[in-house]
C-alpha cells in the first residue's frame, strides 16, 4: 500500500541529498522516478536538484498554478514521485499528491521545510503534517551541539534577521541551522547592541 512522506528537517540536513540517494535506489531496482521540484526553488536552476555535496539531478519544475494531478498523467506512469523543496508546494497541490497516493497507488516522498526563519509554518510543509502518513524529522546540529530546529536567516553582516518575505532563497550564505535557544539568544543579543 503507497504512502505519502514527508521527511522534513532544517537547513543543511541532507534533505535534497536523501531524495537524489533514495531516486538512485529506485532506479537502480528498475523503477522509474518522477522528480519534481517547485518552480520558485531556482538556487540551483530551474530544473535542477542539487545537494550541498554535489549530487544533482534534472526535475520537472511545478509552478503553483499546476494541477500535479494533470502534470502527471502527461508525464506517464511512473513507479514513485520524489519531491524536493516541498514547502514550497501549494496546500491545494499537497492535496493533489496525497490524491495520487490513494487512487494511483503511488508512493510519494516528500523533501523539505518546515518551518521558515520566524519558525511559522510554509504552507505546503503544514498540509504535509496534516495529510502525510510517515513525518521523519531529518536531523541536523547547531553549533553548540544541541539539535538544530531553526533555519536562522542572517544578512550581509552576519546577523539574524527577523523581519523579511517568507521566501527568500540562499544557502549557507543566508541561512544557518541552529537550536532554538540559540537562535533566541542570538536575537536578544543583537536586540541589546
Known sequence: ?????????????SKSAQALITKFN???????????KPSVDTRDG?????SRIGLSATAQIITPEADIIEEYHKVGRHDVIIADEAQFFTPAQIDQLRELVDDEDLP????????DFLTHFFPGAQRLMELADSLT????????????????????N????????????GG??????????CWKDRIRKQQQE
Open 26 to 36: 529506485y532506479e537502480e531496482l528498475g523503477m522509474t522516478v518522477w522528480l519534481i
Open 137 to 156: 524529522e531529518i536531523k541536523t546540529v547547531c553549533a553548540c551541539g544541541r539539535k538544530a530546529t531553526v533555519n536562522a536567516r542572517i544578512d550581509e
Open 46 to 50: 530551474a530544473d535542477v536538484v542539487k
Open 172 to 181: 549557507n550564505d543566508r541561512y544557518i541551522a541552529m537550536c532554538h535557544k
Open 108 to 115: 510519494v516522498l516528500c523533501f523539505g521545510l518546515r518551518t
Open 1 to 13: 500500500m503507497a504512502k505519502l512522506y514527508f521527511k522534513y528537517g532544517a537547513m543543511g540536513s
Open 158 to 169: 552576519g546577523r539574524v534577521t527577523t523581519q523579511g518575505d517568507q521566501v527568500l532563497l
